[in-house]
């Protein structure tokens, strides 16, 4: 294990503590371990600020942690339940290994975290803004950065983890080689227009990061977030909070809105198990559910026969004139053409209609 993924803030005097804390992160690996590490840091800290020894600490020392977390961190729900289910699996393995009798976090109410997350991808017209942005930006990084994440729906810890020997050909079409979560690498085809991107970025290097700071050094997830807000302040993008993970959410956006079926676009975020939903195609569904019926408020009623029926579920599927062949919609990663499936005509009412070409803007912005 390397030291480094060890909490710092531990008693030199508790040789029990360090031996508990380096059993627990022994059954992690790679960021998952560093993650826990910097979780369950957090605790170790408050405990050694209050006098507070974490292998004699009880019930309601876990409880003062968590109302600490919220009324004077002032963090979010979700981070809160995550960090509190570190430190009730560290306890757990505290109690397997017979270090403690019974885990002081187990019966510890946790905060509600809603199912659907209010995180939103970014509108077309904003995505297409910081695309534009990273282009014309003097650091050849930047449009490497957005075309990784937005494009090829990369996390970003996969963007800034990979090489430039990552790089390569099968069957005639230039690929990348991601390492994933769980350990897996998969291999993701590269649209033309993400690999003129990163041939910008790579220039003449033969290996190394393909995304680089500012030193010269590998871009990590802080520097690739900075990046991103200072595109998005040029772009006059505003957000809540700009993050890296928004354009993997409006990677899957972007798809779900040029019709692209719903397994595919699972396929193609490599999730674990596409045959069953997932968080983050049931987020971008709500996501265009929300955004649409934004613009529905304000939009004017069409005069063309060609529209977009809006049904009751998150899911819209096309209606057309019969007098007119519906148009096909391209993958961004597959680039395999795919008929827009028809419109129902059973009794469900339809809703107020936008045009087309403005909901499909997410096939014109993935290929721009």
């Not at 992690?28 to 800290?45: E, P, V």
């Not at 995180?119 to 995505?127: C, M, P, R, Y």
């Not at 009794?347 to 107020?352: A, C, F, K, Q």
């Amino acid at each position: 294990m390397d030291t480094t993924t060890l909490p710092a803030l531990l008693n030199v005097d508790d040789p029990m503590l360090r031996l508990a804390v380096a059993a627990h992160l022994a059954r992690y690996k790679g960021q998952s371990r560093a993650h826990t590490a910097s979780d369950l840091n957090a605790y170790l800290r408050w405990c050694l600020e209050r006098d507070v020894m974490p292998l004699q600490a009880q019930r309601a020392h876990v409880e003062l942690y968590l109302r600490w977390l919220q009324e004077i961190r002032h963090l979010r729900p979700s981070t809160v339940s995550r960090r509190l289910s570190v430190l009730a699996t560290f306890y757990r393995t505290c109690v397997i290994d017979q270090i403690l009798d019974h885990s002081p976090a187990e019966f510890v109410r946790r905060p509600h975290v809603p199912l659907e997350s209010p995180t939103l991808g970014l509108s077309h017209l904003q995505f297409e803004a910081i695309l534009t942005a990273g282009r014309d930006s003097a650091n050849l990084n930047d449009f490497a950065l957005v075309a990784m994440l937005g494009l090829l729906g990369l996390r970003i810890f996969e963007a800034t983890g990979t090489d430039v020997q990552a790089l390569g050909e099968a069957r005639g079409h230039r690929v990348l080689s991601v390492h994933g979560k769980g350990d897996k690498t998969a291999v993701v085809p590269l649209p033309p227009a993400v690999g003129r991107a990163i041939d910008r970025a790579v220039e003449d290097r033969v290996d190394g990061p393909i995304l680089l700071n500012r030193r010269g050094r590998r871009m990590d997830r802080h520097a690739a977030t900075r990046r991103l807000r200072a595109l998005a302040r040029s772009a006059n993008v505003t957000t809540a909070r700009m993050h890296p993970h928004m354009l993997r959410h409006t990677f899957v956006t972007t798809m779900l809105d040029a019709g692209v079926d719903l397994r595919d676009v699972q396929v193609a975020a490599r999730h674990a198990d596409p045959a069953r939903p997932c968080a983050t195609t049931e987020l971008a569904t709500t996501s265009i559910a929300t955004r649409t019926t934004s613009w529905l408020r304000s939009w004017p009623q069409p005069r063309d026969n060609r529209t977009c029926r809006i049904p009751d579920d998150p899911l819209w599927w096309w209606s057309y004139s019969p007098k007119r062949a519906p148009p096909n919609s391209r993958s961004a990663l597959s680039g395999i053409d795919r008929a827009t499936p028809q419109g129902p005509t059973g009794p469900r009412s339809p809703r107020r209609r936008i045009p087309v070409g403005y909901a499909c803007a997410g096939s014109r912005v993935a290929f721009s």
